[in-house]
């Protein structure tokens, strides 16, 4: 609690500690008296005692005193502090006298002299628990103001925070840039807009950087970040003020084009990003330039939701970046069609392993020196209910990007096994066929192969070295050691390796010795040109000479007829497969050749049949007869 005193003013000192000694005895804890002689010593006195901040509830102060008088006295005190309540002592005082202390120090009471001790008390008394309620009520005052004043910075604080909310909720954090919900909600409004004005025209443009992962990948993120927002702000340049431009998310961008006249102003819009794009960037140091796969659709009162329109302005854009990316395309309605078929297709696929729509069928791999039937590949085809047999090239890639490749890819290599172990056991004679299996990218990468090819090995019962499993080139592309690893823990179960369609892919031949590899499997493209072009003709050469260099094995894809055969057998090409030995069969036709063995003759003489600048490398076997013939197993 803060110190209180009053003060007591009057120039006769015997009247000042009468006083002091009656007020004494009525004051409260807290409350002490202090004396003046004069006006001049009661303000320096006054001035000391507010300078230490303590309370003056009171002042007693004489009317009649040399050089000041009491009532000039209190009116100074009253400008000082206006909440001082003041009592007069006055003798001789006029009424006039008291009535302009009353007006001008705003005097709580005055009393006369000599005073009454009862009156004075009880006007003490009053005067003080007058005050104390004052300031009691000053002081809710105080609190409630000042609690006022922080409600008021509150809701301030709040509505800043709401906005800062409302705004982070509809803008990319990253760009600034108005995001998909804002942009969706003003798509709305355009499409409502569109339906009331059958003449009103807008389009949606669908952004989505080309090869911007590698930006992230190289440089990493803080560059990758600091791109996208250069590239929010020249997208900004591209745009007239009413046009919107907000970001998707990763490095998708949208932009929305009101009241425009015809379609031409979309493909001049979608012109000056592309052309922005490829100016190079500078940022950090590194010099970057960027292109961009652009998806346009043009607006009509036919759409009735804005998300319709972005579904058909991202099919565009995907339609672009098909045609080799950096450049426009506008929807067109076949591939909304399209993609239906495909989400239609990948419902189907999921429910046909449930079905168990899915069989193989067997292709004949053949030795091109003995024509003795060596191998089958296993093939997966689906006999879909409604559509009979899909083609592989159909739903093989919609499986690789759902997963359900995996799945699939299971079942295939257990049935592949299960197969094999039945012919041994009904064709003992023919216990040294093998069966060869794709094997995807996705699989690969699965922690579990190796246990899982082990667990498929015990339950067939089909030993490790009749099963080989095929991969492409791009499969092998990534984290090689990863790769290397897996393929060892498989290899060491006696399975064996090969790489098909070579040469077609991503080629490194420094993975050749790296991999478990025994051999190369060259691709029907290759075969299928070979005696009638020159360039393909040493294709397939140099492949065999390489294979053979690194102690490889060599089967041709896509033999069609025996000139080809012949060819290949004449470079050494130990194996080959194709409509000529046999197209794809299912097991009860497979099972056929078993038992009763297919056999072709053939006698070309290759040389007319080779391309004009490779005549040279065969005018030595001119002439010769080549007998291709399958036979039984040999005992």
């Known amino acids: 609690m803060r110190k209180r005193v009053i003060l007591c003013i009057d120039d006769e000192r015997m009247v000042l500690f009468s006083l002091r000694d009656q007020l004494s005895w009525i004051l409260k804890e807290g409350y002490s008296i202090e004396l003046a002689e004069s006006g001049e010593e009661a303000l320096d006195l006054f001035a000391e005692l507010t300078a230490e901040s303590i309370d003056i509830p009171l002042v007693i102060c004489d009317q009649i005193m040399p050089r000041m008088s009491g009532s000039e006295l209190l009116t100074q005190i009253h400008r000082q502090s206006p909440k001082t309540l003041k009592i007069m002592l006055t003798g001789m005082a006029s009424f006039e006298d008291v009535v302009q202390a009353v007006n001008h120090a705003s005097l709580y009471r005055y009393i006369t002299k000599p005073w009454d001790k009862t009156d004075l008390s009880l006007t003490v008394r009053e005067a003080l628990r007058r005050y104390e309620q004052e300031t009691q009520v000053a002081n809710q005052n105080c609190i409630l103001q000042q609690m006022n004043a922080d409600l008021e910075r509150e809701i301030a604080e709040r509505h800043l925070v709401e906005a ?48 911007f992962k590698i930006v992230n990948d190289s440089l990493g993120h803080t560059v990758g970040d600091e791109f996208l927002k250069a590239i929010a702000q020249r997208l900004r340049h591209c745009l007239r003020p009413a046009d919107l431009v907000a970001r998707m998310g990763g490095d998708e961008f949208t932009i929305l084009l009101e009241n425009i006249d015809s379609a031409s102003e979309a493909t001049q819009v979608s012109d000056r990003i592309l052309t922005m794009l490829s100016n190079p960037f500078n940022l950090e140091g590194h010099i970057l330039v960027s292109s961009a796969s652009i998806g346009i659709i043009i607006g009509s009162d036919q759409y009735q939701r804005g998300a319709d329109l972005l579904r058909d302005a991202d099919l565009a854009m995907y339609q672009a970046k098909a045609c080799g990316k950096a450049r426009a395309a506008f929807f067109n309605p076949d ?31 053949v030795a091109l ?53 039945l012919w041994y056991q009904a064709f003992p004679e023919w216990g040294n066929l093998s069966v060869s ?43 090689a050691e990863a790769i290397l690893q897996t393929l060892a823990g498989i290899h060491a179960q006696k399975i064996q390796f090969s790489i098909d369609d070579f040469g077609t892919g991503y080629s490194s031949l420094s993975y050749l010795p790296r991999f478990p590899i025994s051999a190369l499997k060259i691709d029907r493209s290759f075969v299928s040109q070979m005696l009638t072009d020159a360039d393909n003709f040493e294709i397939v050469k140099a492949i065999i000479t390489l294979a053979h260099s690194l102690g490889l094995q060599v089967v041709a894809e896509g ?6 055969a012949a060819q290949l057998r004449a470079f050494g090409c130990e194996f080959g497969q194709g409509y000529f030995f046999g197209r794809p069969m299912d097991s009860a036709a497979t099972e056929q050749i078993l038992i009763t063995p297919i056999g072709w003759q053939m006698s070309v003489d290759i040389d007319p049949s080779c391309p004009k600048n490779a005549q040279e490398n065969t005018n030595e076997r001119k002439g010769t007869e080549y007998r291709l013939f399958m036979c039984s197993p040999v005992d």
């Open 335 to 365: 591939l909304h069609a399209q993609t239906l078929a495909l989400l239609t297709l990948e419902s189907d696929l999921r429910q046909a392993l449930i079905q168990q729509e899915f069989v193989l069928h067997y292709q004949p791999i």
């Open 559 to 564: 033999i069609e007829t025996p000139e080809q």
């Open 164 to 211: 800062k909310l409302a705004h982070d909720a509809l803008h990319d954090a990253l760009t600034g840039l108005p995001n998909r919900v804002l942009f969706l909600n003003r798509l709305e409004q355009t499409v409502q807009t569109a339906q009331e004005s059958s003449d009103y025209q807008f389009a949606v443009l669908f952004i989505d950087l080309d090869r």
């Open 437 to 479: 299996v794709n094997l995807s990218g996705k699989q690969l990468r699965e922690p579990d192969l190796t246990a899982q090819l082990a667990q498929i090995l015990k339950e067939t019962g089909l030993e490790g070295q009749l099963l080989k499993l095929e991969l492409t080139e791009s499969v092998l592309i990534g984290d």
């Open 369 to 421: 020196t003995t024509g003795q039937l060596v191998g089958l590949e296993a093939l997966v085809r689906w006999q879909h209910p409604q559509r009979g047999f899909i083609a592989p090239n159909e739903f093989i890639p919609v499986a690789e990007e759902t997963g359900v490749i995996i799945a699939l890819g299971e079942w295939v290599l257990r049935e592949a096994c299960r197969q094999l172990r």
